[in-house]
């Protein structure tokens, strides 16, 4: 049974009068430990979908299950619940806390969880290493470089131990050396706990790191391919 599976999801936006169709109608099933890119022109409908994926917006036609439990169907309680234990997520901006140490700001959502500092912190420290930045745990993020700090938020979306990340243009505010190293990271964390990951991006220079790539384009899924190299294209 695949880990998310979504059924003809239509995202539809009202601005003023008009009607923006944002997802015009995608099914998409998504297995554990796949690593995932979704890629696209801007405005082609990647954001939207990765809120779709990550339970944090309701679609306004079709479905969204995750863990075989259709979200629609669920309490708001109970969805939060579901995001909340089994999903983690990386923005765009990085979105730390900045009077926080990198350390502290990976702690925050296993605290927030009810755990104890000691429990968090350990945790936390445990991450921080798998990520590269042991030395850095004392340092806020203004402190550290783009690329640090992107790792950072990393440490924190799996602090909980996802089965999902959900991670939309986590390399846009990055030069190429730094967007690479962050794509290994989260390939490299993919194989290592078969951590399913879902990363938007309008890069084409980082596909060939994933096994798959949806290629959106209008609201559409235009394209669905395992790994690039071993697909010829029409
Ligand atoms: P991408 O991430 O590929 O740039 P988005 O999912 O952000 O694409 O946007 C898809 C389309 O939906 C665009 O036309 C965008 O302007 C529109 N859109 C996205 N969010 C909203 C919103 N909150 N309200 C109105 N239109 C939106
Ligand atoms: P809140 O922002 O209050 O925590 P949620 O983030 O759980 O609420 O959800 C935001 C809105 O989208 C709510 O109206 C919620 O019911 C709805 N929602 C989120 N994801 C889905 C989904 N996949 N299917 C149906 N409704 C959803």
Request: charged share 20%.
């Amino acid at each position: 049974r695949p880990l998310v599976e979504l059924h003809g999801v239509v995202k539809r936006y009202r601005l003023g009068g008009a009607a923006i169709i944002a997802l015009a109608g995608i099914d998409l099933r998504i297995g554990a430990g796949e690593f995932v890119a979704v890629w696209g022109p801007s405005g082609s409908g990647k954001s939207t979908l990765c809120n779709m994926i990550g339970l944090l917006d309701a679609p306004t036609s079709g479905s969204v299950s995750f863990r075989g439990q259709d979200a629609a169907k669920l309490s708001d309680n109970a969805r939060s619940d579901l995001r909340n234990q089994g999903i983690g997520f990386v923005f765009q901006g990085f979105n730390l806390v900045p009077v926080l140490s990198a350390l502290e700001n990976v702690m925050l959502p296993l605290q927030i969880g009810g755990a104890s500092a000691l429990v968090a912190r350990d945790a936390a420290r445990l991450r921080l290493e798998q990520v590269g930045l042991g030395a850095q745990l004392t340092q806020r993020p203004s402190s550290l470089s783009g690329g640090q700090q992107q790792r950072v938020a990393i440490a924190r979306a799996l602090i909980g131990a996802p089965a999902l990340v959900v991670a939309d243009e986590p390399t846009a505010n990055l030069d190429t050396a730094n967007a690479l190293l962050i794509i290994e990271l989260m390939r490299r964390i993919s194989r290592e706990e078969g951590t399913t990951f879902v990363f938007s991006t309008h890069d084409q220079r980082l596909l060939e790191r994933v096994d798959r790539q949806v290629m959106m384009r209008d609201g559409c899924a235009v394209e669905d391919r395992l790994h690039a190299a071993t697909v010829a294209t029409p």
